[in-house]
Structure formats: C-alpha cells, structure tokens
C-alpha cells in the first residue's frame, strides 16, 4: 500500500519569508496544475479524491470522507489500534478531507461542525482552541493532541495544532481519557492526526480568496526519495482584514514536513518537525448594552493601537515503529515541544450607562516561555491467555517541562481604566508604567506507566481494561521575591468495557471510566492553588453503534453519566482567584447517524441532549447547586446535507445548533443559543481540479462564542463571524 505524511517544519523560520516563499512556489505550482489539468489523466495519477483514499500510516487504515469511519482503526481511543466499532466508548473519526471540503480551515471548526456534542469558547486567552464536552469545559478537561503527543497546557492555553491543511484526520474521544492520557481529559480528547509521508507521489495545492481581503495559499507535496525513503512537505498560509476594526485582522503560517526511513520491510523510522505561527485577531469581545448586542457597536473594536497577539509553535518528534512479527508491535515517539507567546492588549470592556462610554480595564502584557521533552514508548502483543485470543499494550511515558512566565499584573499601569467613546474613539497606546517583567518559572517532571488490555471471549463477545498511573512533580519559583514551593501528585486512572456483537457490522458496548483534572494548569500552578487536590471523575456510559444497507448507514447512539469531584474553576470577575467546588455532574445521550441516498443525496446529523449542573458547590453563604456550569450548553446539534444534483457538481449546506450557555455560577448571565447555516458548492472541473464556492454564516446571525460576567451580569461577549464568502480552488497532478 501506499504511505502517508507526517507535517513538520523547519525550526524557525522567518513567518514573512516564509510567506514569500509559499507565495512564490504556489504561483508556479497552481499554474503547472491548472496547464496539466487540462491534459488527459493518466491511469496513475492521483486525483483529489485518492489522495484522501489511497495510503495508510504504518499499521493503520485511512479515514474516509464520507461517513463515521466505523471501521477504521485508529490509536485515539485505544493503543491497540481498535476500530470504533470493537472500542467501548464513543468516537468520532473526522477526515481531513471533509474538513477541507466543508470550508473547515481551523480545527476547531472540524471539531466543533463535524464533532457529536463539542463547542468552542475559543478566545485569545485560552489560544482560540477550547471546547466544551458531556458538560465540562477548558483545556484542563478536554485534552488536545498531536498525533498522539500532548503538550502540557500552561496558564490554560493551548494554541498548536490549529490549521487543517496537514491533517490526515482529527479523533475526537468524548468522555474520560486519563487511563490513555493522563490529567486533563474528564470531558475527552481531540486528537488531530497529520498527514505521513508517501510512497506514492503527492501533488496538490489550493488558493482561496473572500470576503474582508481573504487569501489562502498552500500546498502538499510528498513522495519517495530513493527506495527506502519518502517525505511528506504542507504548507499553509491565511490571512484576512478581520470583520472588526481595528484590530481585526489576522494572518498565520503552519508548515509540516516529514521523512519516513523504511529501514527494513519491519522497522520504520519518521523525523518530523512542524512550525506554527499564528497573529490572530486583537479582538476581545463586544460590550454589552442592557444585556445585548447593539448591531452598531458589532464590528468595533476597543483595543489599543498597536495591540499584539504573536503565538509561535515547534514540534519535533522522532518516531520508530518496530513489528518483527505479525504479533508484535513496538513504538517510540521522542518529542521537543516549544512555545512562544505574547499578549499587549487591553482586554475587558463593558458599557456604562451614567456616562454612554465604554469603559476598558484589564491593560495586559504577558508573555509565556515553554518547552518540553519527553518520550513515550509502548509494546502491543496478541496471543492467546486460557485458551482465548488476547491483545495487550503496556508503557511508559514521561516528561520534563520549563515554563517561564512574564507578566504586568504587578505593575500600576495594569491597572488603569479609560473610557473611550463607542462611535468615535481613540484606541489610545498601552500604558509605558504597565510593561511586564519576569514573574515565576516552574520545572515540571511527569513519568507515567499504563497498560491496556483486551480479551476475546468469542466471535461476540470482547473485554476490555485499561490502567494508568501518573506522577507529575512542580517546582515553582517567584522570580520577583525568590521564593519557592514544590508539590507533587500522584493519580491512578483505569477503565472497563464490554463490546458485545450482534452481528459482524453491530456492537452493543458497556464502559466504566475514570479520570483526573489537573489543578488549573498544572505546570503554571500557584501558591493559592498548591494545596489543592487533583480533581478525580466517573464515567458510566451504554451505547450502540453499527452498520446498515451494505454500508449506506452508519450510526451511534450513547448514554452516560459522568460525576467529577474537587472541581476547581476561577471565580468570575476574580480571574486570578479560584475554587474548588464539591462536585460536578452531567448525564445526557448522543447520536449520529451518515447515510447515502439515492440520487446523489447524503445526509450526516448528529445531537447531543445533557443536564449538565453543579451537585455541591458554595461561595460563603451562597449556593450555586442545581446551575448549569460555565460554558456548558446542554443542546448541540449539526447537520450536514449533500446532494450531488450534476455530473461533476455538488450542493452543501450545513446547520450548527448550540444551546444556551451562561458566563457565570449564578446563572444570572446567559448567552441566547443560536442556529447557524453554511453553504458550499462544487464544481470538479477535472479529476484533479475541483472550484469551490462556500458561503458562511448565511443568515448573519449574531452569535456569542465566549464571554464575561462580573457580579451576575455580562459585560462583554466574544462574537463570531458574520456572514462571509469564499472562494477556492484545489488541484492535484
């Protein structure tokens, strides 16, 4: 079969040179495919399609476009390689190619429009990738990975991966996944495979153009080089005026390159280095007036002139894949991970009524310095245990991380608050007196041992179990008076599930999870937080899932419950004060269903209801039991339509529905649901050319992503974007 790629980039590398450089080459490589395209197609070309169908990474099978991967095996949920169908939780296998043909160009759009159940309340602070999953939020409670590797959330923000160029496929775990990766996964885990180099040549680009100034540029290239040797090179470039001014604009670059050293017909090696740069949006939401959006005010921006949000990513990671037998599998990933980030913003706004300004506090500088390096190793081995086939992995992993935390949250000019007119204002500058200077570094070391094991009683009947333990040890230091503390945890994690199948294409399935939030962030822990405990969680979840019509149908359906102790969540309007609640609990069912019909027509649709409430939670005299928690919407729902009404032409439109959420304990501030509808139409002008049309947020609905409360009332709300167009096209040789 043919391989597949890995994204890697060079170290660093200039974002405006490289922009250049992707610029220069695309002009060229779109031309040379547009002249090919309009040759006839060889029989060993490779149109757009293949190039999502054919290959496969070592050991495991491609996902494909078009439907809920069922019957792909994956490593998301489990590190035997299990498909959905024999695992016993609930999973979703997103392709890259969908992401890519649903105008999906973040991940978080894949995740959150494709997903069952998952939404963002993305904002700048948390690095625009967090969501909310089975009622529980934040990047300490849904885990995000790249190609199996985590990067240790520091001050609650993750910001790599986030382009879907380079990706293969995004698996996304709902529910408790500590006993696979360790703190930080009560609510799940979003795993976002890349691309793996190829033996197969692999050509393509794309260019995109739209609305507010628009342009997209990227390619794909890979292939062999020589007979034991293939690579695999995607890179990407946006940027966009912004729909707010000023401010609004952004701009990114991810650049992934791969080789892969097929040392023997057994043992396989990849080097890979991926580089992300990102200069997203200044913009901090929209002040509330009485409770709502004024439209007027909807595309103004308050931030400050020459406001900065820079975030620069590198991973490196050695893998090597070791099978001496048809029985045996061996894996070890060395990794470096490395993050720049710096903010200089001023970041809360809300409107004051006595005198019709809009008052700006929270006047912010921080920059964040991190890096880890770690290795992970495991060994999967199938045989026979009593007399019953047995599949079993066992290893370890572990991790030293530094992170170096520059702030201003001492200085006076922190502390300043302007109001400023909503019509006719002047951003102003931020404050000389208000500059950061160093405030704490920690040093983090983490060694983990798991093992996971999977019995089959019969041709319908398997059990499955699951056991971690980790040990992750802080030292943190104040860089400002010298002091000092150390704390170290200790938390075992483990699960058990029954897969029964009716049928080759069914399962009924029974899982008992548990889990571990880390406190906060556990690597930027601070002294208020350090006597905390971990938070430690429940899962009880039944379900069913299968295949119909030969194939034509695909569905899941899922209950669970899932309860979580010693919660600890940031008091609103106090964002450097936080809590630990008694408990947390949420119990809801999910489904899904993708279904090809005649005539073209395709339809992909999938809910997801919950209760989602604080059990036991108490601020002094005050009781916020039976309230929805922060961030939490108890209905989300999508739909995806697709009919295929002409040779060579296709019609889209997508429906996203997410309930109402509140942005504080009190449940005194709410953020209305909203419905939103995307259309996109394409046309293959060759096998190996395809022009698309997509159109976003077709109703111009004005809707809330993130937002602010202080004492019970909202002030601001982050908004997302209006109705946009975009036009793009691919093309393969």
């Keep these: 079969m043919p391989r597949q790629v890995t994204h890697r980039a060079p170290g660093r590398t200039s974002p405006a040179r490289a922009t250049a450089f992707l610029a220069s080459l695309l002009g060229s490589t779109l031309l040379a495919g547009q002249v090919r395209a309009q040759d006839s197609i060889s029989q060993n070309a490779v149109t757009l399609d293949q190039l999502t169908v054919e290959g496969s990474g070592v050991g495991l099978t491609r996902a ?165 040797v293939a690579y695999r090179l995607n890179v990407s470039g946006n940027r966009d005026g912004g729909w707010t001014s000023p401010n609004g604009d952004f701009r990114n670059l991810a650049v992934s390159g791969a080789l892969l050293f097929q040392l023997n017909p057994d043992l396989a090696v990849t080097l890979s280095h991926d580089l992300g740069y990102q200069e997203p949006a200044r913009y901090w939401g929209t002040p509330l007036v009485d409770g709502r959006i004024v439209q007027s005010l909807r595309n103004n921006n308050y931030n400050v002139d020459g406001a900065k949000v820079i975030w620069s990513d590198n991973w490196t990671q050695l893998k090597t894949e070791w099978t001496p037998s048809a029985d045996i599998t061996i894996r070890n990933t060395a990794y470096r991970l490395q993050s720049r980030r710096h903010w200089l913003d001023v970041e809360q706004y809300s409107f004051n009524r006595g005198t019709g300004l809009i008052d700006r506090s929270s006047y912010t500088e921080i920059y964040h310095q991190q890096e880890q390096v770690g290795n992970r190793f495991d060994a999967a081995f199938k045989g026979n245990v009593f007399g019953f086939r047995n599949e079993f992995a066992i290893g370890f992993d572990v991790n030293h991380v530094d992170f170096r935390h520059t702030n201003n949250f001492s200085s006076a000019g922190s502390n300043l608050v302007t109001s400023v007119d909503p019509f006719n204002y002047d951003p102003g500058q931020f404050p000389a007196n208000g500059r950061a200077s160093p405030a704490y570094a920690t040093s983090t070391n983490q060694a983990s041992v798991f093992a996971e094991n999977r019995l089959i009683l019969s041709d319908q009947l398997s059990f499955l179990t699951g056991v971690r333990f980790d040990a992750p040890t802080l030292d943190r230091r104040n860089l400002q008076t010298g002091d000092t503390f150390a704390r170290s945890f200790e938390a075992l994690s483990y699960r058990f599930g029954l897969v029964y199948n009716p049928t080759p294409d069914s399962a009924l399935y029974v899982q008992y999870a548990t889990a571990t939030d880390p406190v906060g962030s556990l690597i930027s822990l601070s002294q208020a937080n350090a006597n905390f405990d971990l938070s430690t969680g429940e899962q009880i979840e039944v379900g069913a899932k299968g295949l119909a019509l030969n194939g034509a149908l695909e569905w899941t359906l899922a209950g669970y419950r899932i309860v979580k102790d010693k919660l600890i969540s940031a008091v609103p309007g106090q964002p450097n004060v936080s809590t630990q609640v008694g408990r947390q609990s949420s119990h809801g069912v999910e489904g899904a269903l993708a279904l090809r019909l005649p005539d073209g027509w395709r339809i992909d649709a999938n809910l997801a209801l919950l209760h989602a409430q604080y059990d036991e939670f108490r601020e002094g005299a005050v009781s916020y039991a039976g309230n929805q928690p922060i961030d939490v919407p108890e209905r989300v729902a999508n739909v995806w339509l697709n009919w295929a009404f002409a040779r060579d032409w296709e019609a889209r439109i997508g429906l996203q529905n997410v309930g109402r959420v509140f942005s504080d304990f009190s449940n005194t501030a709410p953020r209305p649901d909203y419905t939103l509808a995307h259309l996109g139409l394409d046309h293959q002008v060759t096998p190996a050319s395809r022009l698309s049309l997509r159109v976003y947020n077709l109703f111009d609905t004005t809707y809330a992503i993130s937002g602010n409360a202080v004492d019970g009332i909202g002030t601001n709300w982050i908004l997302g974007r209006p109705r946009s167009f975009e036009v793009a096209y691919s093309v393969a040789w």
């Excluded at 995000?144 to 991966?161: C, E, S």
């Design 64 to 228: 494909n476009p078009v439907g809920l991967n069922l019957t792909t095996s994956s490593r998301g949920a489990s590190r035997l390689g299990l498909t959905p169908l024999e695992t016993p939780a609930s999973i979703d296998v997103i392709s890259g190619e969908t992401a890519r043909i649903r105008g999906q160009n973040t991940v978080v759009e894949a995740v959150t429009q494709n997903a069952t159940g998952i939404t963002t309340i993305a904002s700048p602070g948390n690095g625009n990738g967090a969501f909310s999953s089975r009622g529980f939020a934040g990047p300490n409670s849904i885990q995000q990975l790249y190609d199996g590797t985590r990067l240790f959330v520091g001050a609650g923000t993750v910001t790599f991966p986030f382009d879907t160029w380079n990706v293969e496929r995004i698996e996304v775990l709902r529910g408790p996944a500590s006993v696979l990766y360790g703190d930080g996964a009560i609510g799940g885990v979003v795993n976002v495979v890349s691309k793996k180099p190829s033996f197969t040549p692999i050509h393509a680009a794309r260019a995109a153009t739209g609305s507010d100034g628009l342009a997209r540029l990227a390619v794909d290239l890979g292939g062999p080089i020589g007979d034991a």
